[in-house]
C-alpha cells in the first residue's frame, strides 16, 4: 500500500510520529508502516516536471543524519519547492521502495496586460507589477500586483478603484495575464474638522495645512485628493504653528480620515489640545563652556521678556548662537534651550545653555536619491563640510534650506556612525520633482485692456539651480518679450546675480495721450545680510522713445508755425501764419511736456541703483502678521542722456485684529530730483493713480497740464505721499478653499511738485501747470474682493474718491483729477 500526501498552497504539511501512527497537520492518518524505511536523496523519482530539471526537484529534499530522508526532511523539501514560485501542485508517493516526487508547474506567463485603465499608464503599471512576461505565474504574486496597482490609484486620490486579474489559457502550459482595473472618480476631502479648537478660527487653520475641501474648483487642483501621507504633514503643521504663537503645551491628538459613502468623500478631523497660550517670562545665556564669555552670545537671542513664546524664533536663535561660537573657535559648542513653564503665570522662562558637545568630525556627506539635481546644488547649502565639526543646527538649517528650494517632494538628513567614535556620516535623503513650467496667462485690467502671456520657465535649469524664464507678452495696449537668468551661487558665494533682457511698447489709452516703447537690460545683485534683512544692488540700461498720433502733434512742423487758442479762436503766434480752417488744436494736442519729449528723440537711461528689504512676514503670499519694509534708490547719469536721484520707501505691516480679520496698513512716499546741467524729464516724474489713491484712474491725480485744447496730460511730480489702512477677511458664507476674501480699505496720498519743461524757446509757448501743490490730498474709500484663485490672484475695486481737485483752465473750462470708481486686474495660469 503506498502513501499520498497533497500539500495544498497555503497549507504548511508537518508529520508527527504519535504511537507508530504518521499524523499530518492536513488532517491524514496514515500506517507507519508504509514509510517505515527512509528514502535516500537518490531513490527520488520525480514526475510532471518539464521545464524544470528533475536533480534541481531533488536538490530540495536534503538528507538528514547517516544520508537519509526522514519525514522531517521530506516536510522541509516540500516546503522549500513551494517557496520557488515555479509549482501549483505537489505530491509525495512511496512506491516500490522509492519517493514519488509528482509536480505541476506553474504556466509561464505569455504576456501582462491591463486593461480599464485612463489615469494611470500602461508604463506606469508594468514598472510597478511583479508578474513579468516570459515569468513564472503565481498567485500570490498576483494578488500583491492588485495591490501594488491600488495603492498607485490610492496616491491620486481614487480610492474607489478595484482590480480583477484574468487568467487566459493558451497552449504549452503558457497564459496571458491581464489586469481589468475599474479606476472610479477621485475621492475628495468633503470636510475638515478641527475638535478642541478655541483660539483660532477652522479658518485661519486651513490656511496653515496643505489639504483642502473639495469645491467647484476642484478639478484645477489636487491638494483636495486624499492623502495619508499628506494629512500626516499637516499634523505636523497644525503643531509648529501652535508653537510659533505661544501654545507650547499644544498636542495634535489625533489627525484621522474617514470615508463617507453619503458623501462619496473623506471627512478629516483634527483632534487638539490646545493649552494656555505662554509668554517670554525671563531670557537668560549660561555658558558652561569656561572661556567662552556668554555676552557674545546675547545678540543672537531673538526673544525678550514679555513677547508671546515662539518656538521658530527659539530655534533661530540656537541657530545664531552656535553659528557665533563657532566663529569664536568653539566648534563643538551645543547650545540647548531650556524653558521652565510658570502655569499660574503663563510664562516660560527660557535659558540658553552652552556646553562642550562631543567631539564629533563629519567623516562623509551622502547625497541620495537626486536624478536631476546636481550634488553641489544640494551641498552648498550646508554651511558645513567633510572634516569640520559636527554641528546639529547647521544640519538643520542646511535641511530647512533645501526644503525652501522647493525643487524636492521630500527631504530628510539623518546621521550614522562612522569609521571612528569620533565621526559621524551625515547621510541628506531628497525625492525629486518637477521644476520646469510651461504657462500661458491671461488676464484684463482695467489700465491695460486684455493681455496674454506665453512663458517657458524652469527654476532648476539642468539641475544647476539656475532660473531661466523666456516670456512674450500680447495684448489691447502693451507688447512685449522679456528674458531672465538667475544664478543663486554667483561665483561661488551665497550671492544671487541675475540678468533681464527686455523690450515692449506701451500704447496711448483714455489716460496716457502718447505710445512708448522701452528696450533694455538689467544687471542685478542680491544676498542676505541677516535672515530678515536682504541687499539687492542693480544696475539699469535702457532706450526710451515716445510716438504720438499726428492730430496731437499737428500744431508743430516745420512748415507752419504753432497755434494756440484764444478766446477769439484759434490765431498763430506768428503774424501772417494763418491758413483758413487750420485750427490745429480742434482736434487735441499733447501737452507741451509730451511733444518737447518726442522733439529730443530716443533717450538712453543708465543708471546704478539698490533695494534694502527688511522682512518678517509669517507668510509672503498671504501674511497674517509680521512687517515689509524697503528702500530703494537710483542713480542715473552713469553715462546716458538722462541725470537723476530717485528714492522710494514703503512699508506694510500686518496683525490679525480678530479672528480671521486681518489689518493692513501701508505708507509709501518718495523723491526724485534732476542733477549736473540737465533738466528732469517729464517721464522721469512719479506718475500715480490706483498705485498711490484707489478710485483715481492711472496718471490720473497730480501735476497736470491745464493749457486749453490739448489733452491736458498728466505731467507727474518729484515728491508722494500715501497711506492706505485696510481690513481682510474670508466670506463666511463661501467655503474658505475657495479664496475670496472681502477687503475695506481707506487711502489717502499725493503727488507734487512738477519740474520739467514749462516753456519751449522754439515756438514761444508756455505752459500751464495746475492741480499741484503739497496741500492738496487726495483721499477715497472703498470696498474689494480678493481671489486667490487657482487661475491667478483677482481683485475687484470699487473705490469712492472723497477729496479730488479741479482748477480752471486759462483758456476756460475746468481741469479735474480723473477718477475710477472700479478697478479690476488679474491674470491666469493654465
Excluded at 514526475?47 to 526522514?70: I, K
Excluded at 504657462?439 to 539651480?465: H, K, P, Q
Excluded at 542715473?636 to 530717485?646: M, P
Excluded at 503727488?751 to 492741480?771: C, D, F, I, M, R
Aim: proline share 4%; hydrophobic share 35%; net charge neutral.
Amino acid at each position: 500500500m503506498g502513501l499520498c500526501v497533497r500539500v495544498v498552497r497555503g497549507l504548511t504539511l508537518s508529520l508527527l510520529v504519535l504511537g507508530g501512527i504518521l499524523v499530518g497537520s492536513a488532517g491524514l492518518a496514515v500506517s507507519a508502516s508504509t514509510v517505515a524505511v527512509a528514502q535516500s536523496a537518490n531513490s527520488i523519482v520525480v514526475e510532471g516536471n518539464r521545464r524544470v530539471e528533475t536533480e534541481t526537484v531533488r536538490s530540495y529534499f536534503r538528507p538528514g543524519p547517516g544520508g537519509r530522508l526522514g519525514p522531517a526532511e521530506i516536510d522541509e523539501g516540500l516546503k522549500a519547492l513551494y517557496a520557488t514560485g515555479l509549482f501549483s501542485d505537489v505530491r509525495i508517493n512511496h512506491a516500490g521502495g522509492r519517493l514519488v516526487v509528482t509536480v505541476v508547474e506553474n504556466p509561464v506567463i505569455n504576456q501582462v496586460a491591463f486593461e480599464g485603465n485612463k489615469k494611470a499608464k500602461d508604463d506606469q503599471l508594468k514598472a510597478e507589477v511583479q508578474s513579468k512576461p516570459r515569468g513564472t505565474l503565481s498567485k500570490p504574486t498576483v494578488q500583491a500586483d492588485v495591490q501594488r496597482i491600488i495603492d498607485i490609484y490610492q496616491r491620486t486620490g481614487r480610492f474607489d478603484v478595484s482590480v480583477v486579474p484574468k487568467i487566459i489559457e493558451l497552449p504549452n502550459n503558457r497564459v496571458n495575464l491581464v489586469f481589468e482595473i475599474k479606476e472610479g472618480e477621485k475621492t475628495g476631502v468633503k470636510e475638515i474638522r478641527f475638535i478642541g479648537a478655541k483660539a483660532f478660527s477652522s479658518g485661519r487653520l486651513k490656511d496653515v495645512i496643505k489639504t483642502v475641501q473639495t469645491n467647484f474648483l476642484s478639478f484645477l487642483q489636487t491638494t483636495d485628493i486624499y492623502d495619508p501621507d499628506r494629512v500626516e504633514a499637516d499634523r505636523d503643521l497644525l503643531r509648529r504653528f501652535y508653537l510659533k504663537h505661544g501654545y507650547a503645551d499644544v498636542r495634535i491628538v489625533s489627525a484621522v480620515g474617514e470615508y463617507d459613502p453619503a458623501r462619496k468623500g473623506f471627512v478629516i478631523t483634527f483632534t487638539i489640545d490646545e493649552g494656555a497660550q505662554y509668554h517670554v517670562g525671563t531670557v537668560d545665556v549660561i555658558s558652561n563652556v569656561r572661556v567662552l564669555d556668554p555676552s557674545l552670545l546675547r545678540s543672537k537671542v531673538k526673544l525678550s521678556p514679555g513677547n508671546v513664546y515662539n518656538a521658530d524664533l527659539v530655534e533661530k536663535s540656537v541657530e545664531g548662537m552656535a553659528i557665533e561660537a563657532a566663529k569664536n573657535g568653539y566648534a563643538f559648542a551645543n547650545v540647548r534651550p531650556r524653558g521652565e513653564r510658570k502655569p499660574e503665570t503663563h510664562t516660560i522662562n527660557l535659558a540658553f545653555v552652552v556646553e562642550e558637545g562631543t567631539r564629533a568630525y563629519i567623516e562623509r556627506i551622502n547625497v541620495r536619491g537626486n536624478i536631476r539635481t546636481r550634488d553641489y546644488v544640494i551641498r552648498r547649502e550646508f554651511d558645513i563640510g567633510e572634516g569640520d565639526a559636527y554641528n546639529r543646527a547647521l544640519i538643520d538649517r542646511a535641511e530647512r534650506r533645501l526644503k525652501n528650494l522647493n525643487y524636492f517632494k521630500t527631504v530628510k538628513i539623518t546621521t550614522e556612525p562612522g569609521s571612528a567614535p569620533d565621526r559621524v556620516i551625515v547621510n541628506v535623503n531628497v525625492e525629486e520633482q518637477s521644476t520646469g513650467e510651461f504657462s500661458i496667462a491671461g488676464g484684463y485690467s482695467t489700465a491695460d485692456g486684455f493681455i496674454a502671456e506665453a512663458s517657458v520657465a524652469d527654476r532648476n535649469l539642468m539641475g544647476r539651480g539656475q532660473f531661466a524664464k523666456a516670456a512674450v507678452t500680447w495684448g489691447q495696449r502693451t507688447r512685449g518679450v522679456e528674458l531672465n537668468f538667475v544664478e543663486p551661487y554667483l561665483l561661488g558665494y551665497r550671492m544671487a546675480g541675475g540678468v533681464d533682457l527686455f523690450a515692449r511698447k506701451n500704447d496711448a489709452s483714455n489716460s496716457v495721450s502718447y505710445d512708448i516703447t522701452t528696450y533694455g537690460t538689467n544687471l542685478k545683485l542680491g544676498f542676505a545680510l541677516t535672515e530678515e534683512l536682504s541687499f539687492a544692488p542693480r544696475y539699469s540700461i535702457y532706450r526710451q522713445e515716445i510716438t504720438l498720433p499726428d492730430q496731437y502733434n499737428n500744431c508743430i512742423s516745420t512748415s507752419t508755425a504753432m497755434f494756440s487758442p484764444t478766446p477769439a479762436g484759434f490765431h498763430s503766434h506768428t503774424p501772417g501764419a494763418v491758413r483758413p480752417g487750420d485750427e490745429c488744436y480742434s482736434d487735441g494736442e499733447a501737452s507741451l511736456a509730451v511733444r518737447k519729449e518726442l522733439a529730443n528723440g530716443p533717450v538712453t537711461v543708465s543708471m546704478l541703483g539698490y533695494t534694502t528689504a527688511y522682512n518678517t512676514l509669517d507668510n509672503n503670499k498671504n501674511p497674517t502678521s509680521g512687517l515689509y519694509a524697503e528702500l530703494k534708490q537710483d542713480y542715473a547719469g552713469v553715462g546716458g542722456d538722462v541725470n537723476f536721484i530717485r528714492t522710494t520707501a514703503e512699508a506694510r505691516t500686518y496683525y490679525e485684529v480678530v479672528p480671521d480679520v486681518v489689518g493692513v496698513l501701508k505708507v509709501q512716499g518718495g523723491n526724485v530730483s534732476g542733477w549736473g546741467s540737465k533738466d528732469l524729464r517729464m517721464l522721469d516724474h512719479f506718475q500715480m493713480g490706483p498705485n498711490l489713491v484707489r478710485g483715481f484712474a492711472p496718471s490720473g491725480l497730480g501735476p497736470r497740464d491745464l493749457t486749453a485744447g490739448t489733452n491736458n496730460d498728466s505731467l507727474g511730480g518729484t515728491h508722494f505721499w500715501g497711506a492706505s489702512v485696510e481690513f481682510q477677511t474670508p466670506l463666511y458664507f463661501l467655503p474658505k478653499e475657495i479664496g475670496i476674501k472681502f477687503a475695506t480699505f481707506a487711502d489717502a496720498g499725493n503727488v507734487w511738485g512738477y519740474e520739467g519743461p514749462t516753456s519751449w524757446n522754439v515756438t514761444g509757448e508756455t505752459l500751464n501747470v495746475g492741480l499741484d501743490g503739497i496741500s492738496k490730498t487726495r483721499a477715497s474709500v472703498g470696498v474689494g474682493l480678493i481671489w486667490d484663485s487657482p487661475l491667478g490672484p483677482l481683485r475687484f475695486d470699487f473705490a469712492y474718491p472723497l477729496k479730488k481737485y479741479c482748477e480752471n483752465s486759462p483758456g476756460g473750462g475746468e481741469v479735474c483729477d480723473r477718477t475710477q470708481v472700479f478697478r479690476f486686474g488679474g491674470g491666469t495660469k493654465f
